[in-house]
């Protein structure tokens, strides 16, 4: 859910027209809206045609789902034009399956560990992608001279969470002519408060997913289903502590979630930036709306109180010897993300 998660109001895109489901062989079908799951799609009979915004983004993340074997996980796999493309017309297309989001956040958990699993056999030793360095890419120059999409706004709210200084990401991103809503002000200022808490993250990066509560369906007792990716370059355990903030900030999911994933290399601190990258999001996407503040400041607190309480616990031995190691709560901010 890393353009969906936040509650938003972006106005949904037009059905496709006929030129576009000519293009995918469902000239005859009469298209029905999907929602969400299926990053806004429609179904045309047995295909979903989806909108995109950039080409050699959907082109790629269309490759990768067509390359993508994860064991007990369905994926809905790209469908081609009639001119072999993946993607026509600012539209990819990908085969139907049935079902829909359910509150089994455990069982989708285990599921996106599965399929981050498969992505990282399917990617042979290949570098990260360039699309995913667009939070680089963006000086303020080039901010000032267009207006962003809403999914580069993800990716700096994304960046953000991990930088040594946030506000170099975000600065050029947001309106400072603007007094900002009491939620949006709230929640930089949660924001602040979790920088501190953060220490190094020492679990390597892979291509994993990046919303898998938003894009996991499930039809009865069949494998559950992932029918959207989005694609993000994080340790593994990201895509789980993205769910587990997501599911109870906005899902009703109960805390006891974030004890029964935290076996995972460098949880809290996953979730520290998770959290994080949600908060920024609230802030930087235009559209956010009020009623996901209550959810989102809640869970900021938990994890917050969660990850301190920790640190507060830890022997003083143990503690002495982070801060001489300059991993301790009064040392610097670990160094940039790793990845980039």
């Known amino acids: 859910m890393i353009e969906n998660s936040t509650p938003n109001a972006s106005v949904p895109a037009a059905a496709p027209p006929a030129a576009i489901r000519a293009g995918f062989q469902v000239s005859q079908a009469t298209p029905v809206e999907l929602g969400g799951a299926w990053g806004d799609g429609w179904r045309c009979d047995r295909?979903?045609?989806v909108p995109s915004e950039d080409r050699a983004r959907a082109t790629w993340t269309a490759q990768m789902m067509d390359r993508v074997r994860p064991a007990g996980v369905s994926v809905a796999r790209p469908l081609r034009s009639t001119d072999g493309r993946y993607a026509v017309g600012g539209w990819t297309a990908r085969g139907f399956l049935s079902g829909h989001r359910a509150p089994r956040f455990d069982e989708t958990a285990a599921s996106v560990l599965r399929f981050n699993e498969a992505l990282d056999q399917a990617m042979q030793g290949e570098g990260r992608p360039p699309f995913l360095d667009t939070a680089s890419r963006l000086s303020g120059a080039a901010v000032q001279e267009r207006v962003l999409s809403e999914t580069e706004l993800f990716a700096v709210a994304e960046s953000a969470a991990w930088a040594d200084d946030p506000t170099d990401l975000l600065m050029p991103?947001?309106?400072?002519?603007?007094?900002?809503?009491?939620?949006?002000?709230?929640?930089?200022e949660k924001a602040t408060g979790l920088m501190l808490l953060r220490e190094a993250v020492t679990a390597p990066d892979q291509l994993v997913h990046g919303d898998a509560l938003g894009c996991t369906v499930y039809d009865g007792y069949a494998d559950p289903a992932i029918v959207d990716f989005v694609p993000a370059w994080r340790p593994t355990g990201w895509s789980v502590a993205l769910l587990v903030v997501d599911a109870i900030a906005w899902a009703n999911a109960e805390d006891g979630l974030l004890d029964r994933w935290s076996h995972l290399q460098d949880f809290d601190q996953l979730l520290l930036r998770a959290v994080m990258f949600r908060l920024f999001a609230h802030a930087a996407v235009p559209g956010t709306l009020p009623q996901a503040w209550p959810g989102l400041s809640r869970v900021s607190d938990v994890v917050a109180a969660r990850v301190g309480g920790v640190r507060r616990?830890?022997?003083?031995?143990?503690a002495s010897a982070d801060s001489a190691d300059g991993t301790g709560a009064d040392a610097p901010l670990e160094q940039g993300p790793r990845g980039n």
Do not use: G, I, K, Y
Not at 174 to 188: E, I, K, N, S
Not at 313 to 318: G, L, R, T
């Open 313 to 318: 616990a830890m022997p003083v031995d143990d």
């Open 173 to 188: 991103v947001m309106d400072l002519t603007v007094v900002p809503r009491d939620d949006v002000a709230a929640a930089m």
């Open 47 to 49: 295909a979903v045609l």
